[in-house]
């Protein structure tokens, strides 16, 4: 009996999976279709309408997207097309149900959202309204204006269509580019001006002196001026900016462009809430109040002698008509000769140089850069090292002119206390240099000190011995 009992049913299974294989076999899949027949670039406007909100944005025709409600402000272009992009491309997977009798198991008595665009020729597409996700698989239900129909489309529809109000807007401070600027001015809390001018395709320090600029500090911090991004949106109309500490502002920073436009940045105090780290800021000439992150800051409040030129002496190569160099003890003068031709004396004889090795060194003595300037005017060379260098280089000029003096220091400096987590215990080494040309004294590398570390016999030619003749078998 058991045993006819379990024949009936595996027969029975059979036939059920048979017919369910034949069904699905033959059923033709509904074809995707999208929601709204419309490409991204035709819509010039979004409505977003949650239960709590609306967030509305508009483009001209070949413009930028803005947000025109709840506020006024530039939106993020971004996100702006993406979300165009995502309601352009929405389609419909399958049609559950052409006329429902209840809306509420699927979300949509009450939607989560409706989307309505409006193209460049005026035509309001129907909305589409956001429901649940389904509780399988990954779907999401939906529904047109228009029509009662519930349809199902992807579940990534619903969280792309959930936006905020922080979410859409810009989050630049700036809209200069960093070519476009011509003028910096750094304005700190102690009274101190730092202003740079773009002069040609160099840019000079005019306050509080006159000195040439460091071109990769000056364009790094005009790089994180204007790619600044706001961390969080704080007011858009504060009635007082005095709690941010945007009245008397720590640092404020404004950059020119052409036709004498100009913008800044104001930056307060640092944020006191729990968790939170950021530096409050507000655009000079704008009244909303943001936060950016700490490093925004630290990038931008830079001294003088951060943004100097670094270059310890500058000269042209070809000027050179002889240099006196002394390394250590060594001590030897290079001298321009005939031809192109270089020679070398020490201790009353002279040879013939090795001109590449000569001209390589002068190049490294001209392109010679410090790492930073460690003061202006030097107190003293004795801390430095510089009262009896390691290196001292003295150049003359074609007309026996002083062109100028450049000497580098090595020294080795004992730790006076613990050492600082993550520093190497024991002593360590420096290098500084200084030069005629000014009053600066420069921490360098140590591998720029290497290179210039050169004793008299690098400067030598090195002749190949001549190989002695193969004696011919007889």
Known sequence: MRFRNTIIVLVLAALVGAYAYYSAYNQKPEV????LNIQPSDIAKIELKYPDREIELERPKGGDWKMVKPIGADADQTTANNLARAIADATVTKTLDETPTDL???????????????????????????GKTT?????????TTEKPAIMLTSSAFPAGMNKTVDQLRSRDLMTFKVDDITKVIINKDNGQTIEIDRDGDKWRIVKPGNYLADPTQVRQLLSTLVNAKVADFIGDAPSSVTQYGLEKPHLTVTVYGKGAASESLLFGFKQSEQGKDGIYVRRGERTPVYTVHQWVVGSLDRSVLDLRDKTVFSFQSSDVDSAAVKVGSDQFTLKRSAGGKWDITQGGKTVEADVAVVERFLDELRDLKGV???????????????????????????????????????????????????????????????????????????????????????????????????????
């Open 32 to 35: 995707a279709q999208k929601v």
């Open 135 to 143: 509780p399988i698989g990954f779907s999401a239900y939906i529904k």
């Open 104 to 130: 509420s198991p699927f979300g949509l008595a009450k939607p989560a959202t409706v989307v309505t665009v409006t193209t460049y020729d005026g035509k309001q597409l129907p909305g589409i309204e956001v």
């Open 372 to 474: 930073s300037i460690v003061a202006d005017p030097m107190p003293s060379p004795v801390p430095f090292g510089l009262d009896q260098p390691a290196i001292a280089v003295t150049l003359m000029g074609k007309d026996g002119k002083n062109i100028g003096t450049v000497k580098l220091s090595k020294i080795t400096v004992k730790p006076t206390g613990a050492p600082e987590p993550g520093s190497a215990a024991g002593p360590r080494t420096e290098y500084y240099a200084d030069s005629s040309a000014g009053t600066a004294v420069y921490s360098i590398s140590d591998f720029s000190f290497s290179q210039l570390n050169k004793p008299s016999a690098v400067f030598h030619t090195r002749s190949e011995a001549t190989p002695a003749a193969t004696p011919q078998k007889k």
